[in-house]
């Protein structure tokens, strides 16, 4: 296949290429390239395929929210073609059996690439460390207790070590329960308008701090998951400043709101780590651009309406994400010229592939052939009733955005078309 009269992203700025494929690879880059499979780009974007790190796919256990088929198709209509689904499914994925599920359905549905990541406990019960040799054999790229943080310090950096020993990294999900004391916002002015019990950022940071403190004393990478506080990034600009080997992500939704929007009582705006305030917002943003943070990931975490039509402080936490991450991201980012087109393809595609060693990320001769192929022009409106992932929670119903997805290319095939409204599964 080539890609023909494409903008296309390079991490050095967006040149008029072609490119060519052969087979899953990326075969050639240049100008008037010849070929009888041809696929037009005129007018569209071309990015590296999108990688999220951080996914709720709900199978096994909770399909009624979301299974590996829905989320796989709401992932490549979202422009991405690897996803790493976190662990805390029933059966929870502490062991090689439920990995090799996983990986036996997303290869059944054959949309996008599907990385299972482990539980850092059985259980996710904090107590003792899950089978990590033969969960990476089986398949898992990461370590997560996500939805939960490792109280236990000595069991967190026995799992860092055993981690690192087997190739693997800790996502952290950061969170000191005691301190939350059963918050459900961000406390604050917002928390008080409403009475909604808040939450203060000390709940997150003094975990932030911890898992720095790990990994700076055992000299082991970490990643700290969905960063949402100024204080929280600040640790995190700190120890890179010192050399700790510490990388961060956060989501659309923290560099796009603020808890203002909780005096809706809309529960679609609920999520965990809760949504700041306008100086959290911004922290974000500056995080981006300083490379603080270095991915930009989803939470992605769909639910039931049964889950989120109930009062506030009883709903779900979490949004559905993956169909919105890019347009939200362009517009915020990109259109307001916090960041380059080559930095938001930093965030989104090429860092997530290097903080677990992933194939992809780029787009070169030899590498994987995986696009997003976007028209940065198309303004639309979000609408949830329109999404594939069966979860419809989102707080960003309405919302005009630019930057729609009108292919999307997996190892060389295109796996979704806009027009088509085309899943093009391998069986």
């Not at 439920?98 to 599907?114: D, M, N, T």
């Not at 990994?215 to 700190?238: A, F, K, M, N």
């Amino acid at each position: 296949m080539i890609l023909k009269n494409a903008s296309v992203v390079f991490p050095d700025g967006v040149k008029k290429v072609d490119v060519r494929t052969e087979g899953r690879l990326i075969a050639e880059i240049g100008k008037n390239l010849k070929g009888e499979d041809v696929l037009d780009c005129t007018g569209l974007t071309v990015f590296p395929g999108f990688i999220d790190l951080h996914v709720h796919f709900r199978e096994p256990g909770f399909e009624k929210k979301e299974n590996i088929e829905s989320g796989s198709k709401a992932a490549v209509k979202g422009g991405f073609t690897q996803v790493c689904c976190m662990p805390n499914t029933n059966p929870v994925v502490d062991n090689k059996v439920v990995v090799s599920y996983i990986k036996s359905r997303a290869k059944e549905v054959g949309l996008c690439k599907v990385h299972p990541v482990g539980a850092i406990t059985k259980g996710q019960e904090g107590k003792e460390l899950s089978a990590i040799g033969a969960m990476k054999a089986a398949g898992i790229v990461a370590l997560s207790e996500d939805g939960k943080t490792v109280v236990d310090t000595k069991i967190m950096s026995l799992a860092m070590q055993y981690a690192s020993d087997f190739g693997l990294i800790c996502l952290c999900h950061c969170e000191d329960k005691a301190l939350v004391d059963g918050g459900v916002v961000n406390e604050g002015y917002s928390s008080t308008l409403t009475g909604l019990k808040g939450s203060i950022r000390a709940a997150e940071d003094s975990i932030i701090a911890r898992e720095i403190c790990l990994s700076e004393s055992l000299d082991i990478p970490v990643h700290i998951c969905h960063v949402s506080t100024y204080s929280g990034i600040q640790l995190i600009r700190e120890a890179k400043a010192r050399g700790v080997k510490v990388t961060a992500e956060s989501c659309p939704h923290y560099f796009t709101l603020t808890d203002e929007v909780i005096c809706s009582f809309d529960t679609n705006t609920k999520v965990n780590p809760p949504i700041r305030e306008e100086r959290d917002r911004l922290a974000v943003i500056e995080g981006y651009k300083d490379g603080t943070l270095d991915c930009i990931v989803t939470d992605h975490a769909p639910h039931h309406e049964d889950d989120k039509n109930v009062e506030y402080n009883l709903a779900a936490f979490g949004i559905s994400g993956i169909e919105t991450s890019f347009a939200l991201s362009y517009t915020q980012l990109v259109q307001s010229g916090e960041l380059s087109l080559s930095e938001l393809a930093d965030k989104m595609s090429r860092n997530p592939a290097n903080v677990l060693s992933l194939e992809g990320g780029e787009i070169a001769v030899g590498k994987v052939a995986d696009f997003a192929i976007c028209d940065l022009n198309e303004e639309w409106t979000i609408d949830p009733e329109q999404f594939a992932s069966k979860g419809k929670n989102t707080p960003f119903a309405g919302r005009k955005v630019f930057g729609k997805v009108k292919y999307t290319v997996v190892d060389g095939e295109i796996k979704y078309e806009e027009n088509e409204r085309d899943y093009r599964q391998t069986h």
